[in-house]
């Protein structure tokens, strides 16, 4: 096992996990344990500092999930500049979320998930997709269920997935898996930019405006991209007084206005605004 040392003050372990870019991820112990594809993670923060415990193998792969290379005090520095106060605040508090660097095929499947969904809904529709479709391992004593392949779920029935919870989005994924057994390689649209990218998300079955947004940034690391929700859109209404009704027109409004950082202030804005429910 091999221990990556990081300090906190850009990096809160519990508002990284729990802000809606990632769905598999677990209380253990002292912190969390997170699995992406088929490798596994314990994270936990102690005396200003996280320590996240990998297998030896999986060292680099971590490091660039975790983003620890971007020194996130710039784009904090950046929110702190601008003169929304409700930037300002929101960075504030969410200063310790980090956008993770995530796999585009698993990133592109949980969010057609995710679509008009809960979070503990989501994690539950995924967990028992794994555990049905994908390799049993095991990590620190415990064990858990990689993302299944491609292969393997563009071989299971329309019956499976509706069984364990996908409803209408059944067909969604059935499809897109059995397009990309056939060669749909979803890697290649990393050559586009990103309204070309948006765009061919979309052609996908199955994926809207919403989706796209969250694949471009959570999958493709692209921060000019803001997802827009319900948590978004009243920010937007309550918050910068904005009229406009259409949500992809709202995403577009922040985009121009935050550019690079549009992803990152999106994350500030969202967390901020859950914690008021909290």
């Known amino acids: 096992m091999k221990n990556i040392v990081f300090p906190a003050e850009y990096f809160n372990v519990k508002d990284t996990l729990s802000c809606g870019q990632v769905f598999r991820f677990f209380k253990a112990d002292d912190g969390y344990n997170i699995i992406s594809l088929d490798k596994c993670a314990h994270l936990f923060e102690k005396n200003g500092f ?60 949980s969010f057609i998930v995710s679509q008009n969904n809960n979070i503990a809904r989501i994690k539950g529709i995924i967990e028992r997709l794994c555990a049905a479709l994908g390799d049993k391992k095991e990590f620190m004593g415990e064990e858990y269920y990689a993302f299944p392949s491609v292969e393997s779920m563009a071989k299971a029935s329309l019956d499976l997935y509706k069984g364990i919870g996908l409803g209408y989005r059944a067909p969604y994924v059935k499809r897109l898996a059995e397009e990309m057994e056939s060669g749909l390689n979803i890697n290649e649209f990393s050559a586009l930019d990103t309204p070309s990218l948006k765009k061919r998300l979309t052609s ?9 947004d969250c694949v471009v940034f959570f999958g493709f690391n692209r921060t000019d991209a803001f997802p827009v929700d319900t948590w978004i859109e ?39 605004k859950r914690s008021l429910k909290a």
């Open 50 to 109: 996280v320590t996240i415990t990998v297998e030896d193998k999986d060292e680099e792969y971590f490091k660039t999930y975790f983003d620890l290379e971007k020194d996130y005090s710039e784009i904090v520095s950046f929110a702190f500049s601008e003169k929304d106060e409700i930037v300002r605040k929101s960075a504030a508090l969410g200063k310790g979320v980090r956008i993770l660097r995530q796999d585009k095929t698993e990133t592109l499947f």
């Open 204 to 212: 996908i079955y199955g994926v809207g405006p919403k989706v796209a």
């Open 234 to 272: 009243k920010v937007y209404v309550e918050d910068f007084k904005g009229t406009i009704k259409d949500r992809k027109k709202i995403a577009e409004y922040f985009v121009e206005k935050y550019g690079k950082n549009a992803g990152y202030i999106q994350q500030y804005l969202f967390y901020y």
